[in-house]
Structure formats: C-alpha cells, structure tokens
C-alpha cells in the first residue's frame, strides 16, 4: 500500500508541539480502553513516555527509507516479545495512537491524513508482528539469567557475570535490556563487555547513576545467586570484520563494555590489526576493565592501552596500578580528547567510540580532524537507557553530523524507543 509521508510529517509536526501531553493522552485512552494492558507497563511511566515517542519519531522520520524502517520495527517486534505482546495487542494501540494523533494535529488533520496514518501503522504492526513471529521460531521471548559473580571496584561501579538459562547469540558490541528482580517491568540497557564465550557467560559493567533503579538496583543491593531478565541482543555498533585497517578505540566510565567486547573479537581474529585504545575515567578506582586489558596486552603486544585519567592522584605511583595491584600502562591526565592529539594521523583507521554521549559528540569531529574518515566512525549515542545516559536530545545537525554506519541505523534507539 503506497504510505503519504507528507500528510504523516505535518501533521506529527503539530503532535510534536506537545509532546508530553500527547504521549500521556496515548497512555491514558489506552488504558481507559484497555485496563488489562496496565500490566504489561511499569509502574512509573516517564520513561514510557519518551520511549515512545522516539519510536514514533523514528518511523515518521524514515517513512521513505524501507531498508532503516524494516531494520527498526523488525528490532521493536523482536524486542517486545518479552512485554508479552501479542498480535492481537496491535489493534489496541492503533486505535489508541489514531485518536492522540487526531486529537493533538488540530486543523492539520484530515480524512487523508487519518487514511495515510491507518495505513502507516497497519504496515509498521505488520513488520512487528512478522518479526516477532520469525523470532520465536528459535529464540524465547526473554532468557532467565543468574548472577554467577559480582565484583564492586568501586562504591558506584559493578561488574556483574550472569549466566543465561539458554545460549545467548550476539555479536561482540551490542547490548541487551536486563529486569531486575526488584523492579518489576522495568527494563534498562547494559553493554555487554565480553566477547561471546564457550560458557556463554555474559559480562556487565553497571555505574549507578544517581535516581537510576534498575542500575543502583545492580550496583547496590544485587548478590551472588540473584536472577535476572534479559532481552534479546540489539544493537548494531559491531565490528567491520571485512576491514584490515587499524583500530582506535575511545572508551569513557563504563563505555568501556562493547569496546572491550570488540577488542577480544579483533585479537581473536586472523589478520593482526593493530590497537590503541584510550579508555577514560574520573580516577583509577573506576578503570574497572584494566586487569583484563593489561592480561590481553600481554597476549597481544600490537594493542595498546592508554588510561586517560581526569583527576591525577596525590600519590603517583598508586595511580599507575590497577585496584588490583597491576600495572594501568600508559597514563594521560586530562580527558579523552586531550590524549588523542599524541596519536598522530588517524587516516587509515576505524575508530569505535563510547561513552557519555557529550563525549562521543565531542570525539567525533576530534577524530575526523584526526584524519579518520567519518564512514569509519562507529559509535552508538543513542542505544543505552535514559536511566545512565540523561537525555539525549540531539540537534538536527549534531544527527547529521554524528551520521555514521552504525549509528545512523534507526535500531539504535530500540532502547529509548519501546512502544
Ligand atoms: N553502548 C553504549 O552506547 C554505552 C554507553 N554508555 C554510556 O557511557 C556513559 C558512562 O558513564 P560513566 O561510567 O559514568 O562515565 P564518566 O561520566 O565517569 O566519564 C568517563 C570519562 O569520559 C570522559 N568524559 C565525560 N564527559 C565528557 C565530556 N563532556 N567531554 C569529554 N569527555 C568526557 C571523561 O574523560 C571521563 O573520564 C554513560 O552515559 C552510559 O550511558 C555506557 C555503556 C555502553
């Protein structure tokens, strides 16, 4: 059926005006019509909220790009398996979102826009649903895991091992949405921060943040034994393994995790790249993946390690070991960006970057001045869950800007985006 992106646009634009009021109306009409859908939502709803009008905006703004739209809802069907949705849940929300975008696109709407947003959202429903359905040919809606180690490096900082009830496939480099037992339907986005291993033990590291439930849940109160949900993998920030070029890596807090996860990727592979990674905190306490790092230079001496450290301790020499004793390598004092000039011409190399999102945001022009071509830039601003990262209100141009392969692909803002 052909889609009328335009009648779609405007009349979004004048929704978009209220967004708050909108979104919450949406909430409100579905579940005045639909009380047993409650349940299926956590009890604090913000989150919702937002997550769904970023889908919302994510589908408007790709009506004319099928392969990113496809790529999206086929991520958002997949992923809501484990809200327990079901086919028949679509015409509910339909209904509810036909009459919030009526109601709130005043003199805008119309008999063809009402007809151009039916048709739109019986076509992304429909790829949802397909998804799902091919998803659930081999993969459960969620995977029971239980927390098999747990180390506190520091006060805010966790690093949590879970053991999944079943394998769990994914890709050095993604994420995944973890429940905590405390929190019930309330689903939050961790980096995976190990390589996919025989004994399909996965690997978190968790800051909390402050107000975050599902993190301070973690960091906090988790202990040996405790169990988990997990949602399928997401995200497509993972390796060009087609590429020879050398690596930079940038690594800040506990951005550390899918870096790392691709680091163990790279070295496992047969063509020898070679690394640097500057991997970035407040202080050493907080460098919690050096012991590994350190363990896999020594296996790989072409990566190198930098530790970019922002507040420089009283006593030096402590601030050149590792909370366990070892040695952090090479340190920088200052902020990412202050260690990148030292590297030279970047001009044959990938870089991945993740961190803080105003970090990434100011690597990446560092980077592309640095020589490193902005197709070969991959980040993934958008993946992890307002609870670490704030708001992510990106400009039009700082979009634009930050336009990289694996990060321009709408799945990215499946997190932040659960309808
Ligand atoms: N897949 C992803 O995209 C992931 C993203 N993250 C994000 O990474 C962040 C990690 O937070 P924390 O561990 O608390 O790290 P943090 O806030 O302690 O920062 C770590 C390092 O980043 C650098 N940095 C921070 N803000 C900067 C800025 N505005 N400009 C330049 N450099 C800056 C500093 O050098 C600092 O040492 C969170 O926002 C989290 O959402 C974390 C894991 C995965």
């Known amino acids: 059926m052909p889609l009328n992106p335009g009648l779609i646009r405007d009349t979004f634009t004048e929704v978009e005006k209220q967004t708050e009021r909108a979104t919450a109306y949406f909430y409100g009409r579905l579940f005045a019509e639909n009380p047993r859908l409650r349940a ?10 937002d997550r769904l009008f970023s ?7 790709n009506l004319e790009s099928p392969d990113t739209l496809s790529g999206f809802l086929g991520h958002l069907g997949r992923d809501h398996r484990k809200f327990g949705v079901e086919a028949g ?7 509810a979102l036909l009459t919030t975008v009526r109601k709130f696109s005043g003199t ?3 008999v063809e826009a009402a007809q151009a947003w039916s048709d739109a959202y019986a076509l992304a429903a429909r790829m949802m649903i397909e998804a799902a359905e091919e998803h659930s040919a081999w993969a459960p809606p969620w995977w029971h895991a239980e927390v098999i180690d747990l180390e506190r490096p520091c006060r805010d900082l966790a690093r949590i091992t879970l053991r999944p009830n079943q394998p769990y496939s994914y890709l050095p480099g993604q994420y995944l949405s973890l429940q905590a037992a405390r929190w019930p339907r309330v689903w939050r986005s961790y980096s995976i921060a190990n390589a996919p291993r025989n004994d399909n033990l996965l690997r978190l590291v968790v800051r909390g943040v402050a ?7 973690l960091v906090t109160h988790t202990r040996l034994g405790d169990r988990v949900l997990l949602g399928p993998p997401l995200g497509s920030m993972v390796l060009d393994a087609t590429s ?17 996860a691709i680091l163990e990727q790279v070295v496992s592979l047969p063509n020898r790249r070679n690394v640097v990674l500057l991997y970035g905190a407040g202080d050493r306490d907080h460098l919690s993946e050096i012991p590994d790092l350190m363990k896999l230079r020594a296996t790989y001496p072409w990566l190198r390690v930098v530790s970019v450290l922002e507040r420089e301790s009283d006593d030096e020499r402590l601030s050149r070991e590792a909370p366990d004793g070892e040695s952090i390598g090479e340190v920088v004092h200052g902020r990412l960006r202050d260690a990148l000039p030292a590297l030279g011409s970047l001009a044959d190399h990938d870089a991945y970057v993740c961190g803080p999102p105003e970090m990434v945001r100011a690597m990446v022009p560092d980077l592309r001045a640095a020589g490193v071509r902005r197709s070969r830039i991959y ?12 708001s992510r209100e990106e400009t039009e141009a700082e979009e634009h800007d930050l336009a990289a392969p694996a990060a321009t692909a709408a799945d990215e803002i499946l997190d932040r985006s659960a309808l």
Not at 42 to 47: H, I, L, Q, R, S
Not at 89 to 95: I, L, S
Not at 380 to 389: M, P, V, Y
């Open 40 to 49: 299926m939502f956590p009890p604090a709803m913000d989150v919702q909220r």
């Open 55 to 61: 889908a919302l905006v994510t589908i408007v703004q």
């Open 89 to 95: 849940h679509y015409d509910a929300v339909g209904a």
């Open 108 to 110: 805008a709407w119309s």
């Open 211 to 217: 107000g975050g439930w599902v993190s301070n849940a």
């Open 244 to 260: 020879d070029r050398d690596l930079v890596c940038v690594a800040g807090g506990s951005g550390i995790a899918p870096v790392k």
């Open 379 to 390: 980040h993934d601003l958008t993946a992890i869950g307002e609870e670490q990262s704030g």
